[in-house]
């Protein structure tokens, strides 16, 4: 009996460390990575060690290059998995950001308001002085600096001159959603309310917080981002982290979530000045019909991005930790945003991750 008792205790040991052994092997999950501020120094991973498919990653490439991309960044959790440049491009060149540079004001109005300089809610005209529109003073006073978050003023969308002249009304603030060069005047808004320039107060808040470099440039009537391609990719890893960067919160967390949600009812995908994927309906630049799904269906639902001329892109995937950037000049014909080009792009994207 005793040996019987003494097999069974063995048994159960052997069944026990068996048990605890597998249970004590999932895979790690990594710690959020944040580059330092200065220097070139940046973590990186690899396709082998995520569990990737390395024998697609050639054809993303390859895809990349034939259609004009300059650049082409992925972070997992802050790490850099795929850095790339092509046709000349190297990771010193500038290059603009186009409409998706719409989210750095965005960002910064954010922080001007935690910081209580301004609030979204007011009128634009409370920061700006009226004038600044051809409209009635009554419907001018109806546009807040929200609406100018949401692309829902109310003015004509046919130009993108943003002087009064060209200022004038098409429906009521928050009535009507089209996609608007008149957001910048967010930027005169927060130099008014903090006593800077906007590129001062930019620069202070957002751009060296984050160890980005870049700076503003006007073209006509656009007030225009350039910079290295990692710069554009710090500020979409503070983005992942929802605003903060390390142990520093750069934009509260309220204000970055109202910003990557549905913020009006006309167009779902829309949140302030960021695109959003994963919702039933959304509309297009330039068009006020609704198409019916997801503005990129190859792509994650709970992605967000920014979106630019000639196919500048942000994608931010919370899902995955994931943040990817393409920077180039425009992947077929001349486009303002969007493309057929997201969603072949994300196809070749799945298939490395999936």
């Not at 003494?6 to 040991?13: D, N, P």
């Not at 006020?288 to 992605?303: E, H, K, R």
């Not at 057929?340 to 792009?345: G, N, R, S, Y």
Request: charged letters at 20%; one cysteine or more; hydrophobic letters at 35%.
């Amino acid at each position: 009996m005793t040996k019987n008792i003494c097999k069974i205790l063995i048994l159960l040991l052997c069944t026990s460390c068996s048990k605890e052994d597998n249970d004590s092997a999932p895979t790690p999950t990594q710690s959020m990575y944040f580059p330092p501020l200065t220097g070139n120094t940046w973590e990186t991973t690899s396709i082998s060690d995520l569990k990737w498919n390395q024998n697609a990653v050639q054809p993303l490439l390859d895809y990349l290059e034939l259609k004009h991309s300059k650049s082409f960044l992925v972070l997992v959790n802050g790490r850099i998995v795929l850095e790339n440049y092509f046709n000349g491009h190297t990771a010193a060149t500038p290059w603009y950001w186009a409409s998706a540079g719409k989210t750095l004001t965005s960002t910064v109005t954010g922080i001007a308001q935690q910081e209580g300089l301004l609030n979204v809610n007011n009128n634009v005209s409370q920061y700006i002085g009226t004038g600044w529109t051809s409209e009635t003073l009554a419907k001018e006073n109806l546009i807040t600096c929200k609406h100018l978050l949401t692309m829902t003023s109310g003015l004509d969308d046919s130009t993108d001159d943003v002087k009064p002249e060209s200022l004038t009304y098409k429906a009521d603030a928050g009535s009507r959603w089209a996609y608007h060069n008149v957001y910048v005047k967010l930027q005169d808004v927060v130099a008014k309310a903090s006593g800077q320039t906007w590129e001062n107060y930019f620069n202070t808040k957002l751009r060296d917080k984050i160890g980005m470099n870049g700076n503003w440039i006007q073209i006509e009537a656009n007030s225009v981002y350039t910079s290295n391609s990692r710069s554009m990719a710090r500020f979409g890893l503070l983005m992942l982290n929802k605003g903060k960067w390390e142990n520093t919160q750069v934009l509260n967390e309220s204000f970055f979530n109202e910003a990557t949600t549905t913020s009006q009812n006309i167009n779902l995908a829309y949140g302030y000045l960021w695109w959003l994927n994963g919702k039933v309906s959304y509309h297009l630049p330039q068009s006020q019909l609704t198409f019916p799904g997801s503005v990129i269906p190859t792509a994650p639902n709970d992605m967000f991005m920014a979106l630019g001329k000639n196919d500048q892109k942000i994608y931010v995937v919370p899902s995955k930790k994931m943040v990817i950037i393409r920077m180039g000049d425009a992947a077929d014909e001349e486009n303002l945003a969007l493309s057929d080009f997201d969603e072949t792009l994300w196809q070749k994207i799945s298939a490395v991750y999936q």
